[in-house]
């Protein structure tokens, strides 16, 4: 796998090149195992702000019609509780089995183990590919800054 390397003030990270992103710090690539289906993620900023994760819950049921911008269940972690949303257009795969015994992968293995949901279609319209995820992450640290974070 390629990555493109990403540092700014304190922040670093090793994003996945062939990964698409939306712009709310998730991350969509093909699911190796399923055709048609892609498994979705947080980035390591969204894990960052997060924390390390302690429980994932989905609201939807496998097959059932998702759509982006929609709340499909919550995370929690140590730092936050925050509401998990679908960044695809498409049906309900499933959430990451490997998440009820160790949900800490989220943050340890954020791209490749560490997967949150699966579902058949594509990603949002609004996605980008890792240079577009760049300058938006980019952009946003600086904002940050700016405001005291």
């Not at 991350?27 to 993620?41: A, K, N, Q």
């Not at 982006?68 to 795969?93: H, N, P, T, W």
């Not at 490749?112 to 949002?124: F, K």
Request: include cysteine.
């Amino acid at each position: 796998m390629k990555y493109v390397r990403f540092k700014h003030a304190r922040f670093s990270a090793r994003l996945p090149a062939e990964y698409r992103y939306s712009l709310s710090h998730y991350w969509m690539s093909p699911d190796p195992d399923e055709e048609g289906f892609w498994r979705v993620g947080f980035t390591k900023f969204a894990t960052r702000m997060l924390g390390e994760l302690v429980e994932a819950r989905y609201e939807v049921e496998k097959g059932s019609p998702v759509t982006s911008g929609q709340q499909i269940g919550y995370v929690e972690g140590f730092k936050a509780a925050s509401d998990l949303f679908c960044v695809m257009e498409g049906r309900f795969g499933a959430g990451n089995p490997i998440l009820e015994e160790d949900a800490c992968i989220v943050k340890s293995s954020p791209y490749i183990d560490g997967w949150l949901y699966s579902v058949q279609g594509e990603p949002e319209a609004t996605s980008v590919d890792v240079d577009g995820y760049v300058e938006h992450l980019g952009k946003l640290i600086e904002k940050m800054q700016e405001e005291g974070y």
